[in-house]
């Protein structure tokens, strides 16, 4: 039996369905723009089995690893990023230098959708390809 394929719009709906991201605010739109890239990425790259469409294996591993890269800011597992956990997270890599203040409060300008001075996962991952181009 070949293996359940699921397109970056299965899961976005699915998201959607049990209330992770939302259409009103603007996170299902920034989530799918954000999985399209990856998932052209690691089409690109030869990492996907069946071209813009992941398995449930490639799925998992996906997710998991922006999960884990996530947890790097996480400093005290809240689930939830501060600026003082990005802060830490920068000093513990030795990150941190004179512009790094600046550069945190650009972070969270751009990720923080809903001005509440944490960035939750979904907020993360929405805003991914910036916090890459800066981290």
Not at 26 to 31: I, N, R, S
Not at 79 to 88: E, K
Not at 100 to 112: L, P
């Amino acid at each position: 039996m070949d293996p359940l394929h699921i397109s970056p719009q299965n899961i976005v709906e699915h998201f959607c369905a049990i209330g992770l991201i939302r259409a009103h605010d603007g996170t299902q739109h920034d989530f799918a723009r954000t999985l399209a890239k990856f998932t052209k990425k690691f089409d690109d790259k030869g990492k996907l089995k069946r071209g813009g469409h992941y398995n449930e294996d490639e799925f998992v591993k996906f997710w998991f690893n922006t999960h884990k890269f996530y947890n790097k800011y996480d400093v005290n597992n809240s689930g939830a990023i501060t600026r003082a956990d990005f802060l830490q997270s920068l000093k513990d890599t030795n990150r941190s230098d004179m512009d790094t203040d600046e550069k945190v409060s650009e972070i969270f300008n751009i990720a923080d959708r809903n001005r509440d001075g944490i960035i939750d996962f979904i907020e993360f991952f929405c805003r991914l390809p910036q916090i890459l181009n800066w981290a």
